[in-house]
């Protein structure tokens, strides 16, 4: 069974950067789309911030965080990375990685998610 596990989250500073990382075990790595969405306060669905494909790394990017996040990942250690600069209050949420066999935005399409990690972003 796939298993995520996100690190990194906590209290940052408005204007700083965001780095996030996603473990996975128990699948195959290499063949895995991997997503990242967050849930912000208050808010029931996810949203999503962005996805890295399986094939050739192909990244694509929500409007939210186009042009200040990046998505990569290490074949090697099994693992994926999430960093967003310029952030914002309305940053502050839980972070989620999420896998799939879809190369998808739709939430709905992944079916293996990690427990979430909390970051707040203090003005």
């Known amino acids: 069974q796939v298993q995520l596990v996100e690190y990194g989250g906590g209290l940052v500073q408005a204007g700083d950067s965001l780095s996030l990382s996603c473990a996975v075990s128990g699948g195959e790595f290499k063949y895995l789309n991997l997503a990242w969405f967050r849930r912000s306060p208050g808010k029931e669905e996810r949203e999503f911030l962005g996805?890295?494909?399986?094939?050739?790394?192909?990244?694509y990017y929500g409007d939210t965080v186009k042009g200040r996040a990046s998505i990569s990942r290490d074949n090697a250690k099994n693992t994926a990375h999430l960093q967003i600069h310029n952030l914002t209050p309305e940053d502050t949420a839980v972070y989620y990685c999420?896998?799939?066999?879809?190369?998808?935005?739709?939430?709905?399409?992944?079916?293996?998610w990690g427990q979430g990690t909390q970051v707040t972003v203090s003005s």
């Open positions: 996805r890295i494909t399986a094939t050739e790394s192909r990244t």
């Open positions: 999420a896998a799939s066999t879809w190369v998808t935005i739709l939430e709905s399409r992944y079916f293996h």
